[in-house]
């Protein structure tokens, strides 16, 4: 049961760091994109 919990508690930091890291590679690749979200 503890294993499952921490699943549980694990899956959505993965989650939102490879979101936060997919969105870094994305800005870094069209800088342009970058004045558009300011």
Known sequence: MLAV???N???PIVTIAT?????A???HEHP???EKIR
């Open 5 to 7: 919990e921490l699943i």
């Open 9 to 11: 508690v694990l899956r």
């Open 19 to 23: 979101f936060i890291t997919f969105s």
């Open 25 to 27: 590679l994305a800005l």
């Open 32 to 34: 342009e994109c970058k």
